[in-house]
């Protein structure tokens, strides 16, 4: 394979490289193949081949009783956990007709915003390290165990809690929580600004991605991708705050309209919304924190057999939009069970995503997408 | 040089060449992670020694035990000597002591950029034998950027030496003092601004972060793909510490003072046993300095694309360097009232 450049008479050949990545290699979000052809240090096409991290979490959930099944979903995506089992429960709530308090409708909320935050701390950890930014790369991580350490203290777990039950949550929050998720949440807001001076509208970082990984308009819309790809251009795209997301708890903060820097749809825009939400979500948690709902955690009842039929659920994780897709037959275990996980129109954009990006920016394009295998692979 | 004064040249001046290499580049290597580690809330080294000063040490004895687990091919293994070849040569005309460098030459302070180039294209061999595609893009970009750092660092070289009056070490060190405002960088504005542009041109020359796109895309990198380690890794890895170092001790023996004593203690130990340790000391605390002060700008910068890294070589650093040797003729004409 070869391109040629110039008139007839003085053609320029350049004969195409290729170069396989993966299936593991440091630079992949997870274990996937990616076949490049380059020209020159240009990617010129890309194919993506994945299904090396495959669980098969269905196969699994069609195994498990219903409140087992909780814990199983937390493996979706064990970036944010919380989120697979949100949907879940979501979806069966919806079946059983069950209005949970709202009490545990606040702490539902509560683990959400704090999975959100170290899942976007981690994204953006990521990101900083690949622009070479060491120092950010280590304070991030840094903030992000502050928040690890608050989802331990109320569920015991860091990475996958399975504190969600059908009807609430498993216990109350923990003595003491409420108390220190306020000290986090100060020092992590604090602290955006450390990281806005060190790296975000850093000179050297602004001109380094800006116009560069740009996911366009177009490229939402064609490969139906949400989350923040998506609110860059609309941020309404956000199921937070449309009615009966259970979000009427808090006040909605909302973001700024536009991001002066970058191009439409860059690394830069993206970079800059994520922190945002961060600070948002912040602001978020401590106004919830503040003033946390009393009453009961959690309704009792047996929740073993699920009424027959088909149930749709969808809720807003750190990287889109969540929808689940449940069906039942009536017995004690799930009949079968459909995701849209927000990696998977991601993974299907990044061979057209990724064309044009020189060799050096792979490794930054790629960290900056945000996509977890394991969603995909399930 | 009379090869018969050898042997004296390597008395007088080999010996606190040597020990001002290893013991900075020692020095360096442990102020890189305290640093580092202190720069990234992290703890950083703690274990071997008292405050781990015995890291760097650690460490080589680590790599030294590794073994090869990758075949190469005969002609790598060439490069991996061959690129030793260069670095002594620069070694031996880098200024270490109040007598010099070992190679005392008319227009010898240029000497070192050209070596330091010689380096980096053997680099590009090395890289080129690499079997990964990575290997082969790291290595053209290194080469590329020592290219493109080349004409900056002659430029202020030649601002310094035409500061000085001439080319040659013993002029320049003879122009300086031991205060800082006895250096030629602090003489006048436009050897402060090549001072500058040297060390600039110095991490590029190298792809020293932030002139390397990332922390991974070094030239360990390279020796990653190679399945290189042993022995073979701590010389690479070595040969990779010691040339930013020679080019510190350039900057030093130009801009910096050197290895200049004040005068009273320069009087009191001259000719004894006292005056190579003494300028050694002096230029190993200047090194470590210097090295402190380049860590920390790259450590705290996110890192440049290599395009980038070129742009700024070629469209800031070489006409910042043309502009400054311009006006330094100029003021130097105006202020001697006449043409050179």
Known sequence: ?378 | MDPMMWPDRLEKAGAPLLGTLLVGTYFSLWLDSKIGADLQARVGPNRAGRAGLLQPLADALRLVSKSRTVGQSNRAQYFWWLQGLPLFAMISVVPAGADGPLLQAPFAIFAPVFLGLCFAWVGLLLGWQAEKIEGRFVSVRQAALSLSAAPPALLSIAIAGMTAGEFQWSRIDAAQGFLPTQWLAFSNPFTFVASIIFLASGMLAFSLPPFASSSRASFSLVMELQGTSGIREAWIRLSHRLAPICWSLVAIGVFYGGARLPIAIESLIQGSWLAGPAHSLVLVLKVIGLQVVLTIASRTLPAVRADQAHDFAWRVLSPAAILTLVFFRLTSMVFSGGGP
Not at chain 1, 8 to 24: C, D, H, Y
Not at chain 1, 170 to 188: I, P, W
Not at chain 1, 354 to 373: H, T
Request: aromatic share 6%; charged share 25%; net charge negative.
């Open chain 1, 1 to 378: 394979m070869s391109t040629r450049v110039g008139r007839a008479s003085e053609q320029v050949s350049a004969r195409l490289i290729e170069w396989t990545v993966g299936p593991f290699h440091a630079m992949l979000p997870g274990p996937m193949k990616l076949s490049l052809r380059l020209d020159g240090e240009v990617v010129h096409s890309a194919a993506i081949e994945a299904g090396f991290a495959r669980r098969g979490i269905v196969s699994v959930m069609k195994r498990c009783t219903w409140s087992q099944g909780v814990a199983v979903m937390g493996r979706l995506d064990p970036e944010a956990a919380i989120f697979g089992e949100w949907v879940f429960c979501l979806a069966a709530e919806k079946a059983l007709g069950l209005e949970i308090p709202e009490r545990a409708r606040a702490i539902r909320i509560l683990l959400a915003e704090l999975s959100r935050v170290s899942s976007h701390l981690h994204q953006l950890a990521l990101v900083a390290r690949s622009a070479g930014a060491e120092p950010v790369f280590h304070f991030m991580l840094r903030e992000r165990e502050a928040v690890l350490d608050l989802l331990e203290l109320v569920s015991g777990s860091r990475h996958s809690p399975g504190f969600l039950r059908f009807g609430g949550v498993r216990e109350d929050v923990t003595e003491g929580f409420l108390e220190r998720l306020q000290e986090v949440c100060q020092r992590l807001l604090e602290r955006i600004s450390e990281y806005n001076d060190l790296l975000t509208y850093n000179e050297a970082f602004v001109r380094r991605v800006s116009g560069r990984a740009i996911i366009s308009r177009n490229l939402v819309a064609r490969h139906g991708i949400s989350g923040v790809p998506s609110r860059v251009f609309d941020r309404g795209q956000d199921l937070r705050w449309r009615e009966k997301s259970g979000y009427e708890l808090v006040q909605h903060q909302n973001l700024p309209a536009n991001i002066s820097s970058g191009a439409p749809g860059d690394l830069h825009q993206r970079f800059v919304l994520k922190l945002q939400e961060i600070i948002q979500s912040g602001h978020l948690l401590q106004e919830l924190s503040q003033h946390l709902p009393a009453g009961p955690h959690r309704i009792g009842g047996d929740f073993s057999r699920i009424p027959a039929g088909r149930f749709f659920a969808e809720v807003e994780a750190p990287r889109g939009r969540l929808d689940l897709e449940l069906h039942s037959n009536g017995g004690t275990t799930p009949l079968d069970l459909r995701f849209n996980t927000p990696s998977q129109p991601l993974l299907a954009a990044l061979p057209e995503f990724i064309v044009g990006a020189p060799v050096e920016d792979l490794e930054l394009a790629l960290a900056s997408l945000d996509l977890q295998i394991g969603e995909v692979d399930q």
